[in-house]
């Protein structure tokens, strides 16, 4: 069974901490993605990654980095948390070449107090 | 501006109730049309690509359509276990970075 995994379901942080998310996909899938979700908004692109060591800005990359050093690891970091980026994050991963579909891991609630 | 969006936002229906979700785009150039469907505390999970205007797919009781302007996810007599909240995003890009997603339709069957 094919599976993406993110390492922390939930997770209470303090404005300025650094955090950091981790997803571990087992299809040896060449594209990874982090979303987050809020309410009425719908899922946002945060970084794509379509090879080890490459990254890419989706539409909210302010505030995020991202680190790919193994093909099957994308990890997400806040370098200073801050209260706007309490949120759902969601880790995905598909094949190279697109026209398919994205498999999530389940998501790591993140609130930043 | 390209942009998804979906409606209802949250739809009820009694078990057997037969009904529609709707989902209008409009962007520059789409490249396909997914549903997905995310329960509670989960991540979303693949249900349809559609890909051009007039194209159906069925899955138990889940049929989704595709028009130039829209597509429609009908539930034919819902379960209980329908209950979920279904997504709509259009590709806009090559190698999926470039994926609208709709804020989501909150579906609730009662028994």
């Known amino acids: 069974d094919v599976k993406v995994t993110q390492s922390s379901r939930y997770l209470v942080k303090r404005t300025g901490e650094k955090v950091f998310l981790e997803c571990v996909q087992d299809m040896d899938h060449e594209n990874m993605f982090w979303y987050r979700q809020d309410p009425g908004l719908g899922l946002r692109l945060i970084y794509f990654?379509?090879?080890?060591?490459?990254?890419e800005k989706g539409d909210i990359p302010e505030g995020y980095s991202v680190s790919r050093e193994k093909k099957e690891r994308f990890s997400l970091i806040l370098e200073s948390a801050s209260t706007n980026q309490t949120s759902m994050y969601l880790c995905a991963s598909s094949l190279w070449g697109g026209r398919g579909e994205l498999f999530f891991g389940e998501g790591s609630r993140l609130t930043v107090l | 501006e390209d942009q998804v969006t979906q409606s209802p936002e949250a739809l009820r229906l009694q078990e057997g109730e037969s009904s529609s979700l709707n989902c209008s785009y409009t962007?520059?150039?789409?490249?396909?049309l997914f549903w997905y469907r995310q329960d509670p505390g989960k991540g979303p999970e693949f249900l349809f690509t559609?890909?051009?205007a007039g194209e159906e797919k069925e899955k138990e009781r889940l049929k989704a359509t595709l028009t130039k302007k829209e597509s429609f996810l009908h539930i034919t007599a819902p379960k209980p276990e329908d209950s979920a909240t279904y997504l709509c995003a259009a590709e806009l890009g090559y190698n999926n970075n470039d994926m609208r997603f709709g804020a989501g339709t909150r579906l609730t069957v009662k028994p």
């Open positions: 990654s379509y090879d080890v060591k490459m990254k």
């Open positions: 559609l890909y051009s």
């Open positions: 962007v520059s150039g789409l490249r396909g």
